[in-house]
């Protein structure tokens, strides 16, 4: 069975430093892959999506960037962190169909909080 | 633009109390329909998928229901593990490697 692991499960951080939240999914292959932000009393906000390795759509422009260096790894970073960037972030996989990639269903990881102080 | 709105924003029910959800959608060119449970502190948690007009499915206490500008969510005799928020999204036919999800709806079940 697939499963998808994200981590750190928390984490609090200074203005102006790093970040990077890692996701991994087992069990599949060649899986569209996603970041959400989900904001306090917000919904869920596409920041990246990925239909293969090295290959990265953003869909927000931001201080964030997203990799994909290997087919089961996705990586959300940032060089310096900004107060806004507080919220949950959550990665999601999904099995791809027809020359288009369309997705189907998501499955989400357990989600990172991120706090930036 | 792709908009979907859920509603109400919070609902509270008692126990056994049956209700539903609306998801409304303005999208050019609906692919499909998806409903998701997400309770505090934890990722979505997939329940079901849409496709066409008049399509229903079930699962327990759920059905999710689909006209061509909505989609409910109706939840019969609800029991307090109900209680989660649940979220609508969609998948438009162009860009399709994506959806777009609604604010979602925070039901609370009271025993």
């Known amino acids: 069975s697939q499963t998808i692991h994200q981590w750190p499960a928390t984490l609090v951080q200074p203005v102006g430093s790093p970040l990077s939240l890692e996701c991994t999914v087992e069990?599949?292959?060649?899986?569209?892959l996603y970041w959400y932000r989900q904001a306090a009393g917000r919904g869920l906000q596409l920041l990246f999506y990925?239909?293969?390795?090295?290959?990265i759509s953003s869909e927000v422009p931001q201080n964030l960037s997203a990799s994909r260096p290997q087919d089961r790894q996705f990586i959300l970073s940032s060089k310096k962190l900004l107060l806004s960037d507080s919220g949950f972030y959550l990665c999601?996989?999904?099995?791809?169909?027809?020359?288009?990639?369309?997705?189907?269903?998501?499955?989400f990881g357990e989600g990172s909080r991120l706090t930036v102080l | 633009e792709d908009q979907v709105t859920q509603s109400p924003e919070a609902l509270r029910l008692q126990e056994g109390e049956s209700s539903s959800l609306n998801c409304s959608y303005t999208?050019?060119?609906?692919?499909?329909l998806f409903w998701y449970r997400q309770d505090p502190g934890k990722g979505p948690e997939f329940l079901f998928t849409?496709?066409?007009a008049g399509e229903e499915k079930e699962k327990e206490r759920l059905k999710a229901t689909l006209t061509k500008k909505e989609s409910f969510l109706h939840i019969t005799a609800p029991k307090p593990e109900d209680s989660a928020t649940y979220l609508c999204?969609?998948?438009?036919?162009?860009?399709?490697?994506?959806?777009?999800f609604g604010q979602g709806t925070r039901l609370t079940i009271n025993p």
């Open positions: 999204a969609v998948q438009v036919r162009r860009g399709a490697q994506k959806l777009v």
């Open positions: 069990g599949t292959s060649n899986p569209n």
């Open positions: 990925s239909v293969g390795i090295g290959q």
């Open positions: 999601a996989w999904s099995v791809t169909s027809g020359a288009r990639g369309y997705t189907g269903e998501l499955f």
């Open positions: 849409l496709y066409s």
């Open positions: 999208v050019s060119g609906l692919r499909g």
